[in-house]
């Protein structure tokens, strides 16, 4: 079994002044600790990261660009969930 026949990964970092995870690259790997451990030493060789994330890339579920009309249009129609209708009191900042 060569390494292109191993599970392909989804890696993500942390890095130190983040708090969220960043998607980095791909990586192929045998088992789970093998994709953790070549992750940290294809993407963090200059201690940029404090935390990461590998996902076998099959586990994946994404939208589709081509789905965009019918999968994002529906949130169009609740105008409640913009916060257009609140007031700000006054004493709190406007960001």
């Known amino acids: ?39 940290r030493d294809a993407y963090t060789r200059r201690s940029e990261g404090c935390s990461i994330w590998v ?6 579920i994404a939208s589709q660009p081509e789905d965009k009309s019918t999968f994002f249009d529906p949130a169009d129609t609740k105008v409640y969930r913009h916060p257009t209708f609140y007031t700000i009191p006054d004493g709190i900042k406007n960001m």
């Open 55 to 60: 996902v076998k890339a099959a586990h994946l």
């Open 1 to 39: 079994m060569n390494n292109q026949d191993w599970p392909l990964y989804e890696v993500f970092i942390r890095s130190k002044q983040g708090l969220a995870h960043r998607h980095v690259g791909s990586l192929h790997a045998a088992d789970d600790q093998m994709a953790l451990e070549n992750a």
